[in-house]
T-cell receptor, first 113, second 112 residues
């Protein structure tokens, strides 16, 4: 069965650079979520989209933005990167009415140097 | 807002049974989910309870008591591969959407 696809899997950036993470949800899933997980920490919810509209917002820094496109894929844009942004970024997808059952992608490991 | 509490760490012996508890405080409660995450891996969905009672899926069972705002994940016949972090997550309805908040996770260590 198709799973959530994230790209790239690994990304190394320098401070103050920008990064774009991509997420391709499971086919027919209309909701996408983004999470940030620092070393030894639990996943922190950043933002979610349903049918291209933002449905919920968590602890997403103002330097970050995200959107969902007409084909339901989503991109997380991160600017003015800081060392503290180094983390594993997960994308998850679900059906709108089954958000309790989210399917996570493998994650993008971002390292800021 | 929502708040969830679960133990930070639990150690259990291979072949034994372990219970991971989760208490929550929230409005608009809809259900309780459980996820498993191995180190360096992605969280994977284990179970969901919307109604009171026990849901069984193989060696794993999940229980919910809505009146007590409490649930637990029960793992039987523990195997070494069960060593992972386990997250409870509450679902609530807010603003027309079903929203999920994850707990801080319980790190389960299975020892021989």
């Amino acid at each position: 069965a198709a799973g959530v696809i994230q790209s790239p899997r690994h990304l190394i950036k320098e401070k103050r650079e920008t990064a774009t993470l991509k997420c391709y949800p499971i086919p027919r899933h209309d909701t996408v979520y983004w999470y940030q997980q620092g070393p030894g920490q639990d996943p922190q919810f950043l933002i979610s989209f349903y049918e291209k509209m933002q449905s919920d917002k968590g602890s997403i820094p103002d330097r970050f933005s995200a959107q969902q496109f007409s084909d339901y894929h989503s991109e997380l844009n991160m600017s003015s990167l800081e060392l503290g942004d180094s983390a594993l970024y997960f994308c998850a997808s679900s059906d709108r009415d089954s958000s309790y059952e989210q399917y996570f992608g493998p994650g993008t490991r971002l390292t800021v140097t | 807002g929502q708040s969830l509490e679960q133990p930070s760490e639990v150690t259990a012996v291979e072949g034994a049974i372990v219970q991971i508890n989760c208490t929550y405080q929230t409005s608009g409660f809809y259900g309780l989910s459980w996820y498993q995450q191995h180190d360096g891996g992605a969280p994977t969905f284990l179970s969901y309870n919307a109604l009171d009672g026990l849901e069984e899926t193989g060696r794993f069972s999940s229980f919910l008591s809505r009146s007590d705002s409490y649930g637990y994940l029960l793992l039987q016949e523990l195997q070494m591969k069960d060593s992972a972090s386990y997250f409870c997550a509450v679902s609530v309805y807010s603003g027309g959407y079903q929203k999920v908040t994850f707990g801080t996770g319980t790190k389960l260590q299975v020892i021989p």
